[in-house]
């Protein structure tokens, strides 16, 4: 992960749906054996989402194992030849019954974010990250993250990506007005620790840089 242009050792996380029409995968991880036997116990893989330009480093290698499966694109996507369909306005019909978007258009990137009706889950990529202090070994590392915003329990939008919104801010507004508006019970983030509870709060607390 990149964050002010230095590489960072962030740990990803994917997140798994299984819709009526296959396994829904969230910026996915590494292909490696056992992740994959477990995914193909719930179903057929068939949706790869690649929420950001920051998180498409595996979809490549997922359509490789699994060629049936449909590579999902958020807008201004580099390589877009990668991908058979770009995330535009809304979800596409086979998602609609149980996931909701909404895109987050910046200066440098674009990020969608997903709303999972029946368990009430709302998925970020980068818009909040939260990693746990006792996961950074270099104390140097740790500082430079609490710094910038992202350490638990005070994860919000790096510094980087507010930049990136700058001029955006009243649509970036409204997105949180719409992610308040569904009332998510909790939210799976890409990064660090996730909120199993107090969703709305979170949401709040998070972007009082933004309110």
Partial sequence: MSWLGVGLPFSTRMTVIRLAGGIWLHS???PVDRLC??????????????????HDTWIGAWRQRYPRALAWAAPGMRGAARFDRALLDGPPPEWRPDIDLVAVRGDLLTEVEFWHRPSRTLILTDLIENVEPARVSCRHLRLLMRLGGVLDPDGKTPYDLRLTFLRHRPALRAT????????????????????????????RRAFRWLL
């Fill in 176 to 203: 949180l007005a719409t992610m308040l508006a569904w009332h998510p019970e909790r939210i799976v983030l890409a990064h660090g620790r996730w909120y199993r509870e107090n969703a709305e709060a979170e949401l």
């Fill in 37 to 54: 036997a477990a995914i193909e116990r719930l179903g057929e893989v068939r949706f790869l989402v690649a929420p950001s330009r920051l």
């Fill in 28 to 30: 996915p991880t590494p």
